[in-house]
């Protein structure tokens, strides 16, 4: 069973960069077809999809983000990192990394989420 885990620091100042990494057990993020995923949420408000890494390296990024996004992985530590540049207050929310491939059946598969608040 994978399983995702995400790492990093609660609170982060404004102008900062927000760094998040995802720990990925029971499978490896090298895998065909999945891609990994970061999603956020938030208070009071839906989910947001933020940007994605493939199996393959490729990056994919939310258009409204995209100049202030950037995906990595380290293969060698199955991971994958977040990285948001000039947070504000309205980057607050929970954080989610989630790993999902549709062939040759749907598999999707989350992390619990971390709280990141932007605060002074």
């Known amino acids: 069973q994978v399983q995702l885990q995400e790492s990093g620091p609660g609170l982060v100042k404004p102008s900062q960069t927000l760094s998040l990494t995802c720990t990925v057990s029971?499978?490896?993020?090298?895998?065909?077809?999945?891609?990994w995923s970061w999603i956020r949420q938030p208070p009071g408000k839906g989910l947001e999809w933020l940007g994605a890494?493939?199996?393959?390296?490729?990056?994919y990024y939310s258009p409204s983000l995209k100049s202030r996004t950037s995906i990595s992985r380290d293969t060698s530590k199955n991971q994958f990192i977040l990285q948001l540049s000039s947070v504000t207050p309205d980057d607050t929310a929970l954080y989610y990394c989630?790993?999902?491939?549709?062939?040759?059946?749907?598999?999707?598969?989350w992390g619990q989420g971390t709280m990141v608040t932007v605060s002074s």
């Open positions: 890494i493939a199996y393959d390296g490729s990056t």
């Open positions: 029971g499978g490896s993020i090298t895998t065909n077809s999945y891609y």
């Open positions: 989630n790993g999902k491939s549709s062939t040759p059946i749907l598999r999707d598969y």
